[in-house]
């Protein structure tokens, strides 16, 4: 594995929140602020309703944006810029997979039906660092 | 005092430097952090004019945004959400956003004193404006998902 991928599978482990980006159905852009995590690869995950206006955006267009460490950039912490495509998940497997305590704030187990995941399966990612003119880029396992 | 949602929001963008703006080619979204001067709810920003969301904006002036901290709860999570367009100023409007921006991030406002690398950067650069058509006031500690949209004054609209 090299370096660079490392160093993303290395920033995405903590849960953070992210700024996550989705086209509506009538072509604009939109964001949002969610917790995601990695877990031991690129893939991202984060858990939402069912009901919301982001999975009825990512079943439209599967093309989303992710903002990772960004929300300060004065602390010149280096971030990432993560292009993919999600899918809103409600398989067993899913479900179990990435339940937590701290959902059961929101949801009533990992049976609920309003209970989803989201998975980012990412095609390119930029690890930018404040003061680096140009970012480390990944895609797709190739790393220049 | 407890303040409305209205107040909440201007004074959430005053005391707040940075926004994840998000753009779109027509087909992807594309979100990248600036440093932003606001004026009621107007939001001012600077970017080169080669970087991915100034050529997106060229194309499709559609903006969307978030400011928010970095916060480790959900339950904590205060912040702006704004639908709206953005669009490249220059002259008055140009010069009245460099006064803002330079009053929020004086290394910009003396730019007569500036590191060398940072007025080479600055000549660069053009500037933009962010004119909400939709705000919207996110306070999860008043319940998860909580959110208030925000009247925008007619004369913050279309400036």
Known sequence: ?144 | MKMKPFSKARHYLQMHNVATLATSDGRSPWAAAVFYASEGHILYFLSSPSSRHSLNLAQNPQVAVTIQEDYSDWLDIKGIQIEGVASEISGDEEQRARTLYGRKFPVIGMVAQAPAAIVKALAKVRWYKIVPQRMYFIDNSLGLGNRDEIAIPLSDNGR
């Open chain 1, 1 to 144: 594995m090299s370096d660079v991928k490392q160093r993303i599978i290395e920033m995405l482990q903590p849960s953070q929140l992210a700024s996550f980006a989705t086209i509506t159905a009538d072509g604009k852009p939109w964001v949002r602020y969610v917790f995601c995590e990695g877990k031991g690869d690129v893939i991202i995950r984060f858990a939402t309703f069912g009901h919301s206006r982001k999975v009825t955006q990512i079943r439209n267009n599967p093309e989303v944006h992710l903002t990772c460490g960004a929300a300060a950039p004065a602390d010149m912490k280096p971030y990432l810029q993560i292009q993919g495509r999600a899918e809103f998940c409600t398989d067993t497997a899913e479900r179990n997979g990435f339940w937590k305590e701290s959902l059961a704030h929101y949801f009533k187990g990992p049976d609920d039906p309003n209970y989803g995941v989201v998975v980012v399966t990412p095609y390119r990612i930029e690890l930018c660092s404040p003061g680096v003119p140009e970012p480390y880029v990944w895609v797709d396992g190739l790393e220049r």
